[in-house]
């Protein structure tokens, strides 16, 4: 069993920079990839970006890739979401997720524990 706890949501101003955490309990957060979706209202949840168990490979979806960064601290059992340049269009729940192997992946499908979602909104 995994839990997920991010933080670091908020009101800004387009252009702007915010970093997500996402908090992990457990022992085994180091064998699970990890990744990133969101979903603003009304519409589905998307994918923002994965990172594999080691950290060495990443993948974003077309929307946020140069601007947006995700990482992991393994030792400290969280994961990250730097986003820079935010938009108007980023406005959105946050979550994060832990998948059920161990690679990159981009469905939700594949994830199987999700956070409680962390509030960005981007004004103009």
């Known amino acids: 069993q995994v839990q997920l706890v991010e933080s670091g949501g908020g009101l800004v101003q387009a252009g702007g920079s915010l970093r997500l955490s996402c908090a992990a309990s457990?022992?085994?957060?180091?064998?699970?990839?990890m990744g990133w979706f969101r979903q603003a209202p009304g519409k589905e949840r998307e994918f923002v970006a994965a990172?594999?168990?080691?950290?060495?490979?990443?993948y974003y979806a077309g929307s946020v890739k140069g601007r947006f960064t995700i990482s992991r601290d393994n030792a400290k059992n969280t994961e990250y979401l730097q986003m820079n340049s935010l938009e108007p269009e980023d406005t959105a729940v946050y979550y994060c997720?832990?998948?059920?192997?161990?690679?990159?992946?981009?469905?939700?499908?594949?994830?199987?524990?999700w956070g409680q979602g962390t509030q960005v909104t981007v004004s103009s």
């Open positions: 997720a832990a998948a059920s192997g161990s690679n990159w992946y981009s469905t939700v499908s594949e994830y199987r524990y």
């Open positions: 457990g022992r085994t957060f180091s064998k699970y990839g």
């Open positions: 990172i594999n168990w080691s950290g060495g490979i990443t």
